[in-house]
């Protein structure tokens, strides 16, 4: 399990997703078949988590003003009107910034993936026709027989004193 667990790793860092998925198939199939194959906490794909992170900024980042640049239209308008940056020219920039609406919001436009989507956990059997499998099914037969023997002896025992009390 751990090789398969650590392929899925490495498949997750290079960043083929198809490779990425045959691997946690694979991974899947060999943890549903065997008994004791425990994943404690699951399997968290960071590196893809990563890189879907890193699109959602980017084509967040990406999304342009249709106004197009607002602030080289605002200095056209008022770059003419005075020879030296004054008071007078940011106000007449801000006017000319306040007559175009606002840009949406970066950090309300960014929607980021589900972290709970990257975590895969897969359940052992409690019992699996392997070799341990029947080991653990020959184990609790010889328990139970030996339980069977000591409750038979006890109930043996406890008849035989009555019937020598009575005697």
């Known amino acids: 399990m751990v090789q398969r667990r650590d392929a899925v790793l490495a498949a997750d ?8 998925i045959q691997r946690l198939y694979d ?17 968290y794909l960071q590196a893809a988590y990563d890189r879907d ?11 342009q003003n249709p106004n197009g ?11 003419p009107k005075f020879t030296r940056y004054s008071t007078a020219y940011l106000e007449c920039t ?9 840009a949406t919001n970066l950090i309300s436009s960014v929607h980021y993936p589900d972290p709970s989507t990257y975590l895969h956990v897969y359940a052992s059997p409690l019992w699996s026709p392997d070799f341990a499998g029947w080991s653990v099914l020959v184990c609790i037969i010889l328990g ?3 339980i069977a023997r000591i409750v038979g002896l ?13 005697v």
């Open 13 to 20: 860092t290079v960043g083929n997703d198809d490779i990425t």
């Open 27 to 43: 991974l899947q199939r060999y943890v549903s078949a065997h008994m004791n194959t425990d994943m404690e906490k699951g399997l």
């Open 53 to 63: 992170v890193k699109k959602a900024d980017n084509s967040a980042s990406s999304d």
């Open 69 to 79: 640049n607002i602030y080289k239209k605002a200095q056209d308008v008022c770059a």
């Open 94 to 102: 801000l006017s000319e910034l306040q007559k175009y609406p606002a």
């Open 144 to 146: 139970l027989m030996i």
């Open 154 to 166: 006890l109930i043996l025992r406890l008849l035989l004193r009555r019937h020598y009390k009575s």
